[in-house]
């Protein structure tokens, strides 16, 4: 037997001693909580197996837990569901590199930053809010398809209809959301790293999801797979935030883009979103 084998079978043996300590220390009802849990769904673009997923939700979740702050919130005039949370510790520093630069410009002018002498970590830590949203679809949108694409784009001009309305209102604060199509920076500086939006999804409100190829969907708890979800993120203060959401409501500028999602000719062909 060579030296790497034997190195392999001795590192094997030991994982199993570990696992079976660790197995035995916990009831059996602990292990299976965690195992159902929505947080340990599949994570995008699967790479191991459930062990893998379960133990970093579970170091996710134990770094410092997702603080949600507005409860899921219906907007009539746009059909958009929102909430509001605080990140978590991993998930606020995955945010931070797919946004980095923008960041980074917004620490140095924001009166709460750099000019107050507040660390950049601490600047996020303190002030970055996680807005998912959601939008009811007619197609399942786990199915590949003319239609269900040209759904998504119109549902993407939904989403950005209503930012175009929130985020000058969120001024002179930063905002931006993870685009649905490239997972970087939709209206900044887009960087190399991706955001994982179902990851995201699933560490912030603790939905379920399941795997769809090599990849998996969010199941939304009312729509199930007849959902599009895009996370919008802001350093604005929670007051600027939902003065910001009153305004989005009463906005006239709506009608169009309703209008054109309601209208959809779901006969046509599309790319994908």
Same mark, same amino acid.
């Given at each position: 037997?060579?030296?790497?084998?034997?190195?392999?079978?001795?590192?094997?043996?030991?994982?199993?001693?570990?696992?079976?300590?660790? $197995?035995? +220390?916990?009831? %059996?009802? #602990?292990?299976? !909580?965690?195992? &159902?849990?929505? /947080?340990?769904?599949?994570?995008?673009?699967?790479?191991g197996?459930?062990?893998?997923?379960?133990?970093?939700?579970k170091?996710?979740?134990?770094?410092?837990?997702?603080?949600?702050?507005?409860?899921?919130?219906?907007?009539?005039?746009?059909?958009?569901?929102?909430?509001?949370?605080?990140?978590?510790?991993?998930?606020?520093?995955?945010?931070?590199?797919?946004?980095?630069?923008?960041?980074?410009?917004?620490?140095? $002018?924001? +009166?709460?930053? %750099?000019? #107050?002498?507040v !660390?950049f970590d &601490?600047?996020? /830590?303190?002030?970055?809010?996680?807005?998912?949203?959601?939008?009811?679809?007619?197609?399942?949108l786990?199915?590949?398809?003319?239609?269900?694409?040209?759904?998504?784009?119109?549902?993407?001009r939904?989403?950005?209809?209503?930012?175009?309305v929130?985020?000058?209102?969120?001024?002179?604060?930063?905002?931006?959301?993870?685009?649905?199509?490239?997972?970087?920076?939709?209206?900044?500086?887009?960087?190399?790293?991706?955001?994982?939006e179902?990851?995201g999804?699933?560490?912030?409100?603790?939905?379920?999801s399941?795997?769809?190829?090599?990849?998996?969907?969010?199941?939304?708890?009312q729509?199930?797979?007849?959902?599009?979800?895009?996370?919008?993120?802001?350093?604005?203060?929670?007051?600027?935030?939902?003065?910001?959401?009153?305004l989005?409501?009463?906005?006239?500028?709506?009608?169009d883009?309703?209008r054109?999602?309601?209208?959809?000719?779901?006969t046509?062909?599309?790319?994908?979103?």
């Amino acid at each position: 037997m060579s030296a790497a084998a034997a190195a392999a079978v001795i590192y094997y043996l030991v994982y199993r001693k570990v696992k079976q300590r660790d $197995a035995a +220390a916990e009831p %059996a009802a #602990a292990v299976v !909580a965690d195992v &159902e849990s929505p /947080a340990c769904g599949v994570v995008m673009c699967m790479t191991g197996g459930a062990e893998v997923k379960i133990e970093r939700a579970k170091s996710k979740a134990a770094s410092s837990p997702c603080i949600q702050i507005v409860v899921p919130t219906s907007s009539t005039s746009w059909r958009i569901e929102y909430s509001v949370h605080k990140p978590s510790r991993l998930l606020r520093a995955d945010i931070t590199l797919v946004f980095r630069p923008d960041l980074e410009a917004a620490h140095k $002018a924001d +009166a709460r930053g %750099a000019p #107050a002498g507040v !660390a950049f970590d &601490e600047f996020i /830590a303190a002030h970055l809010l996680a807005i998912p949203t959601w939008q009811p679809s007619e197609h399942d949108l786990s199915e590949i398809s003319a239609p269900v694409n040209l759904e998504r784009r119109g549902l993407l001009r939904n989403f950005d209809s209503w930012a175009a309305v929130l985020r000058p209102a969120l001024a002179p604060y930063w905002s931006d959301c993870s685009c649905p199509m490239e997972g970087t920076a939709r209206y900044g500086t887009p960087t190399s790293a991706i955001y994982n939006e179902l990851e995201g999804l699933t560490t912030l409100l603790r939905y379920d999801s399941i795997p769809i190829g090599c990849c998996g969907i969010v199941l939304h708890p009312q729509w199930h797979r007849r959902a599009y979800p895009v996370t919008l993120f802001t350093l604005a203060p929670l007051e600027t935030l939902q003065s910001a959401f009153a305004l989005a409501e009463s906005s006239e500028g709506q009608t169009d883009a309703r209008r054109d999602h309601e209208s959809l000719s779901y006969t046509s062909a599309g790319g994908c979103v």
